[in-house]
């Protein structure tokens, strides 16, 4: 199982990306746990500076912007091949 989480405070643009990611998700029909981090202090933990931001299995995959439908596809199944 896969573990996401969307970094970001609650804002518009961090809806979106969680909406995206869970889209993705289900239309891969991956078994994923899909978790919200709005603690500003754990996003250093990531690298991020800007959010919105995407961790796959603790590793960052996009920050600072909403990437598209076929990326966040593309980060979950190279995710999949990982792991």
Do not use: H, W
Not at 17 to 40: I, M, R, S
Not at 61 to 68: A, D, E, L, N, Q
């Amino acid at each position: 199982m896969l573990n996401i989480k969307v970094l970001g405070s609650g804002c518009a643009n961090c809806k979106r990306l969680e909406q995206l990611t869970l889209k993705v998700v289900d239309q891969l029909g991956v078994e994923a746990e899909v978790v919200k981090v709005t603690n500003p202090t754990k996003y250093a933990d990531y690298g991020i500076m800007s959010t919105p931001g995407l961790v796959i299995n603790e590793k960052t995959v996009s920050s600072g912007r909403i990437p598209s439908i076929p990326e966040i596809t593309s980060f979950v199944t190279s995710a999949l091949a990982v792991s």
